[in-house]
């Protein structure tokens, strides 16, 4: 009789003990899926406050380059050779520069809160190489305004000027704009030189939104 007991006691322990346990589940996916939650929506509040710079860039940066355009078809002479050539790339990378921005702008309209961790996480490293790529590539364009006011004249007199002065100072221009867009990039973000030109709300809002997206990580790890 005592064994009997004994036994029904212990199956009593054992189910409080099971009910106990799925409630502490519960409660911790309860948790979990609030902090998720609460993290999303951070992430996606520090996104939107970029969509009005964006926007105005995108703005901005066609109407720059309609006028850069302009500039050039009034400019197709031999004499001016040198400043369409280089009001033309200007033009051109700006362009690109546009179209990238026009991703971003896709890019954060299609993060959802109701997308999985993953996908979200996927989208913002995708925001922040692109980021970095619109500015690797709007470097490249720094050369071009040291050669816009060059002139064939200029060029065939052999003024020491034009080769001791501008030629240096348009190759110094060129080498720094392909080195920055070589050492722009993932390996380089905890350089010095790296967070002082990435240092506006446009790149710290992306790692920001990133940072909240991976606590939910690092929280569902303290959980487990």
Same mark, same amino acid.
């Given at each position: 009789?005592?064994?009997?007991?004994?036994? /029904?006691?212990?199956?009593?322990?054992?189910?409080?003990?099971?009910?106990?346990?799925?409630?502490?589940? =519960?409660?911790?996916?309860?948790?979990? =899926?609030?902090?998720?939650?609460?993290?999303? =929506?951070?992430?996606? /509040?520090?996104?939107n406050r970029l969509l009005?710079?964006?926007?105005?860039?995108?703005?901005?940066?066609?109407?720059?380059?309609?006028?850069?355009?302009?500039? %050039?078809?009034?400019s197709l002479t031999f004499?001016?050779?040198?400043?369409?050539?280089?009001?033309?790339?200007?033009?051109?990378?700006?362009?690109?520069?546009? %179209?990238?921005?026009?991703?971003? %702008?896709?890019?954060?309209?299609?993060?959802?809160?109701?997308?999985?961790?993953?996908?979200?996480?996927?989208?913002?490293?995708?925001?922040?190489?692109?980021?970095?790529?619109?500015?690797?590539?709007?470097?490249?364009?720094?050369?071009?305004?040291?050669?816009?006011?060059?002139?064939?004249?200029?060029?065939?007199?052999?003024?020491?000027?034009?080769?001791?002065?501008?030629?240096?100072?348009?190759?110094?221009?060129?080498? %720094? /704009?392909?080195?920055?867009?070589?050492?722009?990039?993932?390996?380089?973000?905890?350089?010095?030189?790296?967070?002082?030109?990435?240092? /506006?709300?446009?790149w710290t809002s992306v790692?920001?939104?990133?940072?909240?997206?991976?606590?939910?990580?690092?929280?569902?790890?303290?959980?487990?």
């Open positions: 009789m005592e064994d009997i007991e004994l036994q /029904s006691l212990w199956q009593a322990y054992d189910k409080k003990l099971e009910e106990s346990k799925l409630l502490n589940m =519960q409660s911790w996916a309860l948790n979990m =899926q609030c902090f998720e939650d609460l993290q999303k =929506q951070k992430a996606k /509040s520090k996104l009005p710079q964006k926007f105005w860039l995108i703005i901005a940066g066609i109407a720059w380059v309609l006028f850069l355009v302009f500039l %050039v078809v009034h004499s001016k050779i040198a400043f369409a050539v280089s009001i033309g790339m200007i033009a051109l990378i700006t362009t690109i520069a546009i %179209v990238l921005y026009i991703k971003q %702008v896709v890019l954060i309209k299609q993060i959802d809160n109701s997308e999985s961790v993953i996908d979200v996480q996927e989208k913002l490293s995708l925001l922040q190489a692109s980021t970095m790529l619109s500015a690797r590539i709007l470097f490249l364009q720094s050369p071009f305004y040291c050669t816009w006011f060059f002139t064939p004249t200029w060029i065939m007199s052999g003024d020491w000027g034009f080769w001791l002065i501008a030629v240096p100072i348009a190759l110094a221009f060129a080498y %720094v /704009s392909i080195w920055l867009y070589r050492n722009i990039n993932d390996k380089n973000m905890d350089k010095k030189w790296f967070k002082f030109l990435f240092g /506006s709300a446009e790692i920001k939104a990133k940072n909240f997206i991976e606590e939910i990580e690092a929280f569902r790890q303290d959980k487990v």
